[in-house]
């Protein structure tokens, strides 16, 4: 699907409120995407008892089925944005992945349940990289990283969403009306992005013009000479590893540890993921708003320091044994895995030229997600069973594999810090942007 003149606005700048009109529905789709993922955990157990399963059995079904097809669609849709229409692109993902949602609540084995798990993951890899690419040719360079966070505030929306309004509609219909609550309203929204939202011409807020076409080897090969943007790709796949990771395994931590319910473990988590997560996303925000925050450099360096010392709650609320500390160390460290979404968002959007922007980001969450979804719970689980030993995993062992786990917020501190060293002159190489920074 290549772009035509007939495509794209023709003009240079869009209003304000039209721009602004654009962030908050793409921030509306990024709800719905994160919501969807949350939604199987919240459900997790009516499914696996209703399809006969053993734990090993729904985990592949809800969870390694949307991860697996999720990084390998992701590079492909993705560079088919940076060289077609990508609201198109992106409208037709929603609808498809919000009716394969819906068509999971109507599975009635485990086969038709799969298959449509394996259409949701295909979808969602195309809603971030497109969305996030139309929004940086709607904010100029030095607004990028504070619209992007804007867009990232879906994050906890999502999982509260996913937390407590589908566990609540669960609840009270049964898990498959949970399904079709996300469903239909996700289809309904991709209608109205595609009769809405205008495809803006690619680069038309950038300081350089360029070829409106890339291969994906091209688009490789640029970002492994832009050192910034490699190391904001680590740092915010690390971040994915450390936090996330730490996350996935926190319910059966507190399950074990303190003998908590499982209601109880996500009401002591859910509050902080909305209200924390979203205090920190829009704190974010507003501080990317400020006129010295134009300097890139300022950006990871607040990335890197926000970073490194919620690492240090992050540890404390694993090693202590009292239940209200960990507590006040989770309202500290769980905003940390959503402030630094967006303004890593924004930074691959300006290190990257226009026409490969869909590209990077795809790169940068397929790295999140391998450390997200295969390498944090197979690693978190294996030391578990490993320093259990024969008596079986329980809250000690299960304990000292999170302490391991815990340091790596720092690994990604590091990669933050060496970010800053180019990423005014990776920045001007890929969209020609420079200004006036004091250091």
Not at 382 to 397: E, I, K, T
Request: with cysteine.
């Amino acid at each position: 699907m290549i772009t035509t003149a007939a495509d794209v606005t023709p003009i240079r700048h869009s209003s304000h409120i039209e721009r602004w009109y654009v962030l908050i529905v793409t921030c509306l789709i990024y709800t719905v995407n994160i919501a969807d993922r949350y939604v199987m955990s919240t459900i997790l157990e009516p499914i696996r008892l209703e399809l006969h399963l053993t734990d090993q059995g729904i985990g592949v079904l809800t969870g390694v089925s949307l991860g697996l097809f999720y990084v390998t669609a992701g590079i492909p849709i993705s560079w088919l944005a940076d060289r077609g229409n990508r609201r198109n692109i992106l409208a037709m993902s929603l609808i498809a992945w919000s009716a394969m949602t819906t068509l999971c609540g109507l599975s009635r084995n485990y086969w038709q349940f799969l298959s449509a798990r394996v259409g949701v993951g295909i979808g969602e890899a195309g809603g971030t990289p497109p969305s996030t690419a139309i929004v940086s040719d709607y904010f100029p360079a030095d607004r990028r990283p504070m619209a992007l966070t804007v867009l990232a505030l879906g994050a906890p929306f999502g999982a509260w969403v996913g937390y407590d309004m589908a566990g609540a509609i669960a609840h009270a219909y049964g898990w498959r009306y949970a399904l079709f609550a996300l469903g239909i309203p996700g289809a309904i929204l991709g209608v109205l992005v595609y009769l809405t939202i205008r495809e803006p011409k690619r680069g038309r807020l950038d300081a350089t013009d360029a070829d409106d076409k890339a291969t994906l080897l091209e688009s490789c090969r640029f970002l492994w000479k832009q050192k910034a943007a490699f190391h904001v790709v680590m740092g915010g796949g690390v971040c994915a590893l450390w936090g996330w990771g730490l996350i996935w395994w926190t319910p059966a931590f507190l399950t074990r540890t303190y003998g908590l319910n499982v209601a109880q473990a996500g009401d002591a988590l859910g509050w902080i993921h909305l209200f924390g997560g979203s205090v920190a996303t829009v704190g974010t925000a507003w501080l990317l708003s400020r006129p010295r925050m134009a300097d890139p450099r300022r950006v990871v360096w607040l990335l890197g320091l926000g970073v490194g010392l919620t690492t240090i709650p992050s540890f404390l609320a694993y090693y202590t044994h009292t239940l209200w500390i960990a507590k006040l160390m989770f309202w500290l460290f769980i905003p940390a895995i959503y402030f630094y979404i967006g303004p890593c968002f924004g930074l691959l959007q300006n290190l990257a030229p226009c026409h490969m922007r869909s590209t990077f980001i795809a790169i940068s969450l397929l790295v999140a997600n391998v450390f997200n979804l295969v390498v944090a719970p197979q690693f978190v689980g294996m030391l578990s069973d490993h320093f259990a030993g024969r008596h079986g995993a329980d809250a000690a062992s299960l304990r000292l594999a999170l302490l391991i786990l815990a340091p790596t917020g720092f690994w990604a501190t590091y990669h933050f810090y060496l970010a800053a060293k180019t990423i005014v002159k990776d920045q001007e190489r890929a969209i020609g942007f420079t200004k006036a920074w004091s250091p």
